[in-house]
């Protein structure tokens, strides 16, 4: 049996999976920090007919050798954390992170999450949270006579109620910081989780330690580049029609010998 009829399906199975990336990609192009993935390949294992080095004649070495590979694997997929463009909204509870860090979320069992997703809101009992409800994590609480909510670029959070007076400051906003952010588990809704792989966070006030500094009044837009991605888009549609070409001629070349018996 002719080796490319498997060789080519696994070239096209893993353009498959660049294909579903890739839709992935696109269809967050307008969630709120939002980081794009790319997919990473590896050759499979190769049949070695004749290695490198050996000896052709007496005190004579090949210089090359004769393997013939079996195709392509995916090896993973990769979050590329670069930083996505800040769109000011004017919302004085819309945060962006300019630079590295993740806001802290806590779920309604007490586990932690994590999130570049500074769209908050106040729920009824004046606390920062999620769209979906969840709590900012240490919490902040506004209270409900506010009439100003100041966020500095290093955290801090300060109102100014209807009595009037000075600021108040009513609590700190911490930034965790990841030594591999890439190893992150994303979970939908704009959250990751902590693993091995990540490493342990580091807790710091916004501009310490490596974090970025906070803007309020921002968002920041997904990293998506809807220009690469169509052409990605288009090179994995190429190269799937290409192997698809190899199984054809591969099949072809079997047509023909069967035909020597004719």
Same mark, same amino acid.
């Given at each position: 049996m002719i080796k490319a009829f498997f060789t080519s399906a696994t070239g096209m199975n893993a353009m498959q999976t660049v294909i579903d990336n890739t839709a992935n990609n696109l269809a967050n192009v307008n969630t709120t920090g939002f980081k794009r993935s790319q997919v990473d390949f590896q050759d499979l294992i190769?049949?070695?007919?004749?290695?490198?080095?050996?000896e052709g004649a007496q005190g004579f070495e090949l210089p090359t050798g004769m393997q013939i590979g079996s195709g392509v694997r995916i090896a993973g997929t990769t979050k590329i954390f670069s930083a996505g463009t800040l769109d000011h909204t004017e919302n004085p509870l819309d945060i962006a992170i300019e630079g590295e860090g993740f806001f802290q979320i806590t779920l309604p069992n007490g586990q932690i999450r994590y999130t570049r997703d500074g769209a908050f809101r106040l729920n009824a009992a004046g606390n920062l949270v999620t769209s979906d409800g969840f709590l900012l994590e240490p919490p902040i609480v506004i209270p409900q006579d506010a009439v100003n909510i100041s966020i500095g670029s290093d955290g801090t959070v300060s109102v100014v109620t209807s009595a009037g007076g000075s600021p108040t400051v009513v609590g700190t906003i911490q930034i965790a910081r990841f030594p591999n952010p890439a190893g992150l588990l994303s979970e939908g809704r704009n959250l990751f989780s902590e693993t091995a792989a990540s490493g342990t966070p580091t807790l710091s006030m916004p501009g310490q330690n490596g974090t970025g500094l906070l803007r309020q009044g921002?968002?920041?837009? *997904?990293?998506?580049?809807?220009?690469?991605?169509?052409? /990605?888009?288009?090179?994995?549609?190429?190269?799937?029609?290409? /192997?698809? !070409?190899?199984? !054809?001629?591969?099949?072809?070349?079997?047509?023909?010998? /069967? *035909?020597?018996s004719r």
């Open positions: 190769y049949v070695t007919h004749r290695q490198p080095g050996t921002f968002l920041e837009r *997904s990293n998506v580049e809807v220009v690469r991605e169509l052409v /990605n888009l288009i090179l994995a549609q190429r190269a799937y029609e290409f /192997n698809t !070409k190899a199984i !054809k001629v591969a099949d072809e070349m079997l047509a023909s010998t /069967n *035909s020597l």
